[in-house]
């Protein structure tokens, strides 16, 4: 068993990090943004939905919430949009300094709830 | 919509599949996938703890071999359930799975509790009709026991560390 541990755990720390984007607690939320921007590209998927989201000078990975909450909170797939105008508020990711993970989304003069 | 997965090959090829398209667009696809991925779990690892647990002392009035032959059966089912729920699930986003450590030290895991399930068939458990009721289980029964409990928690806690690592 110490071998496997051990053997586990190598595997573990030789893989760098992996995208992920579930909790909250990979967020900072002590960092709160504002960003609006245009939407290069858009997913409304499983598990959580997504916008990349050109600002000036950077565009950044926002991390949406399930596409079934969405939905019912009545934002639609078509009105995530390329070349739409979109603004978030939302946390940083604390590793990977091109993700945001929303809190709201303001589309069309509509803001919705994102957590 | 973009998805334009990156790696090896047979991975995209599985990420953009019809099946793939599906678990992620469809509304309420990948969520009910996921009830069927807990509810395998369920069964798989309550069978194989309830039975660890009587191969520790717990209940030694009951009798070892009608208990594995209850429980571990429907530890099977949920391991089926669980292997084509997350496979479904795997697809969705084969290339970002397969890069995550939590996912492959999951992965190994199951293995080794795979292995550590036959052992104890292929030894310990020959020998059942000797300790099927009120005595002491065999030091190696126990052993597996332990590994087991061991083994299925860490899938769990993998599990569930792959959707924050």
Same mark, same amino acid.
């Given at each position: 068993?110490?071998?496997?541990? /051990?053997?586990?755990?190598?595997?573990?720390?030789?893989? /760098?990090?992996?995208?992920?984007?579930? /909790?909250?607690?990979? @967020?900072?939320?002590?960092?709160?943004?504002?960003?609006?921007?245009?939407?290069?590209?858009?997913? @409304?998927?499983?598990?959580? /939905?997504? %916008?990349?989201?050109?600002?000036?000078?950077?565009?950044?990975?926002? %991390?949406?919430?399930?596409?079934?909450?969405?939905?019912?909170?009545?934002?639609?797939?078509?009105?995530?949009?390329?070349?739409?105008?979109?603004?978030?508020?939302?946390?940083?990711?604390?590793?990977?300094?091109?993700?945001?993970?929303?809190?709201?989304?303001?589309?069309?003069?509509?803001?919705?709830?994102?957590? | 919509?973009?998805?334009?997965?990156?790696?090896?090959?047979?991975?995209?090829?599985?990420?953009?599949?019809?099946?793939?398209?599906?678990?992620?667009?469809?509304?309420?696809?990948?969520?009910?996938?996921?009830?069927?991925?807990?509810?395998?779990?369920?069964?798989?690892?309550?069978?194989?703890?309830?039975?660890?647990?009587?191969?520790?002392?717990?209940?030694?009035?009951?009798?070892?071999?009608?208990?594995?032959?209850?429980?571990?059966?429907?530890? $099977?089912?949920?391991?089926?359930?669980?292997?084509?729920?997350?496979?479904?699930?795997?697809?969705?986003?084969?290339?970002?799975?397969?890069?995550?450590?939590?996912? $492959?030290?999951?992965?190994?895991?199951?293995?080794?509790?795979?292995?550590?399930?036959?052992?104890?068939?292929?030894?310990?458990?020959?020998?059942?009709?000797?300790?099927?009721?009120?005595?002491?289980?065999?030091?190696?029964?126990?052993?597996?026991?332990?590994?087991?409990?061991?083994?299925?928690?860490?899938?769990?806690?993998?599990?569930?560390?792959?959707?924050?690592?």
């Amino acid at each position: 068993m110490r071998y496997l541990y /051990g053997a586990l755990l190598a595997i573990a720390l030789s893989t /760098g990090p992996a995208l992920a984007h579930h /909790g909250w607690s990979g @967020y900072d939320s002590g960092k709160t943004m504002n960003l609006t921007g245009t939407i290069r590209e858009a997913g @409304y998927e499983h598990p959580h /939905g997504y %916008v990349k989201l050109e600002v000036p000078g950077k565009t950044w990975f926002v %991390v949406l919430a399930p596409p079934s909450r969405m939905e019912n909170r009545g934002l639609q797939r078509d009105a995530l949009t390329p070349g739409k105008s979109a603004t978030v508020v939302g946390y940083p990711n604390r590793a990977d300094p091109n993700e945001l993970r929303a809190e709201r989304i303001t589309l069309d003069g509509k803001t919705t709830e994102l957590r | 919509m973009i998805h334009n997965p990156q790696g090896a090959a047979w991975l995209v090829w599985l990420e953009s599949s019809a099946v793939a398209v599906a678990m992620r667009q469809w509304l309420w696809l990948y969520p009910a996938v996921e009830v069927l991925h807990i509810a395998g779990i369920a069964a798989l690892v309550g069978g194989a703890v309830m039975f660890d647990l009587r191969l520790l002392g717990v209940s030694r009035g009951l009798p070892v071999a009608a208990l594995a032959a209850h429980l571990l059966t429907w530890s $099977r089912v949920g391991l089926g359930l669980m292997a084509i729920s997350g496979a479904l699930m795997f697809t969705a986003h084969a290339t970002e799975w397969a890069e995550n450590p939590a996912f $492959r030290v999951k992965m190994l895991l199951i293995i080794a509790a795979g292995l550590n399930a036959w052992a104890f068939h292929r030894w310990p458990f020959r020998s059942v009709a000797r300790w099927d009721r009120e005595v002491p289980t065999p030091p190696r029964a126990r052993v597996a026991a332990v590994l087991s409990i061991a083994l299925w928690l860490s899938v769990i806690t993998c599990g569930r560390l792959l959707a924050y690592l």
